[in-house]
């Protein structure tokens, strides 16, 4: 037998169900790919607010990837490169759990560390100040994006947001960002 | 001048400029992941805009989403208008709409109310 039968499409989809993953994604975090998550939650049931809350964590998380990854792919449409990672919504008795995944260089891994350390400390109005302290500051040059992703993710989450990272030693660690939203 | 318009999409939300009327709009999603970029012909239509003094101006935001980089942009927006009330004897009203129950994006409006010298309404609205 050739070695691609070592895949298991339906070991894969019973690992997805056992974890209750409604949605997945590994590749490049395009616009589109956002656009098209925001039309698969607005389809579902769930009340609006906590929908918006679930759809906000997806956009922060996967303009990180696509801007943040340290892979990349370029992308014909956008000529440009875009970051590459992995994002699944799953779900627990009481909360939705957005995770997203992506390779960086391990000299932002200390940082990364330090600033979810410090977020996972704060409460609501210490988050909210720290928000809109670092929003009057100027944008940073040569960086597309906000600064304000990780504070918003802690805001939109209402609990600590748990993040990992896997073979610091490497060149290339991967940085795994998990949030939870309270359903009640 | 010419008025300011784009159409929505997506994740790009309807922004409606109109230099008679003095009603600038902006409505709907807001989360392009190259916000400088995207916003720049909005800043060059406004600092055109603004030049001339003395204008009554409202600002309508009717958001339903916006990410952070967006966040920024709108700031910026309200910082311009500022200073215009401030420094060209202008008069700027903003107008925030949230959808009734939607208090994130009522807190958003409360945050920016913060942030800046300018008569703020936040208004909810239902579907």
């Known amino acids: 037998m050739e070695n691609h039968d070592a895949f298991s499409l339906k070991t894969f989809r019973d690992e997805l169900e056992q974890h209750a993953i409604s949605l997945a994604f590994n590749g490049s975090f395009s616009q589109d790919t956002v656009g098209l998550i925001d039309i698969n939650l607005k389809n579902r049931e769930n009340a609006k607010l906590l929908t918006k809350r679930i759809f906000g964590l997806v956009v922060e998380m996967a303009q990180n990837i696509h801007h943040y990854s340290a892979k990349k792919i370029y992308s014909e449409k956008y000529c440009r490169n875009i970051g590459v990672g992995v994002l699944a919504i799953s779900e627990t008795k009481d909360h939705y759990v957005i995770t997203s995944g992506n390779y960086i260089h391990q000299q932002d891994s200390e940082e990364i560390k330090s600033r979810f350390k410090e977020l996972n400390n704060l409460g609501e109005e210490e988050l909210k100040d ?55 | 001048m010419e008025n300011f ?44 805009y603004l030049t001339e003094p003395g ?46 129950g939607d208090i994130d994006m009522l807190e958003s409006g409360e945050e920016y109310e913060e942030d800046v010298n300018i008569d703020f309404n936040l208004i909810p609205y239902t579907d």
């Open chain 1, 130 to 184: 720290l928000y809109k302290m670092r929003r009057k500051m100027p944008q940073r040059p040569n960086k597309p994006g906000a600064n304000l992703g990780f504070i918003d993710m802690r805001r939109k989450s209402g609990n600590p947001v748990n993040y990992q990272i896997k073979g610091e030693d490497s060149s290339n660690p991967f940085f795994i960002l998990s949030a939870k939203i309270n359903k009640q």
């Open chain 2, 55 to 100: 204008k009554k101006i409202t600002l309508n935001f009717k958001m339903t989403y916006f990410n952070t980089s967006s966040s920024r942009r709108f700031l910026e927006i309200l910082n311009l208008l500022e200073e215009y009330q401030d420094e060209q004897d202008g008069e700027v009203t903003v107008n925030w709409y949230y959808e009734e």
């Open chain 2, 5 to 48: 318009f784009i159409e929505s999409s997506t994740y790009i939300p309807k922004i409606d400029f109109n230099s008679e009327t003095d009603i600038l709009s902006i409505e709907g999603e807001s989360y392009h992941e190259y916000t400088v970029e995207f916003f720049q012909p909005v800043f060059e239509w406004l600092n055109k």
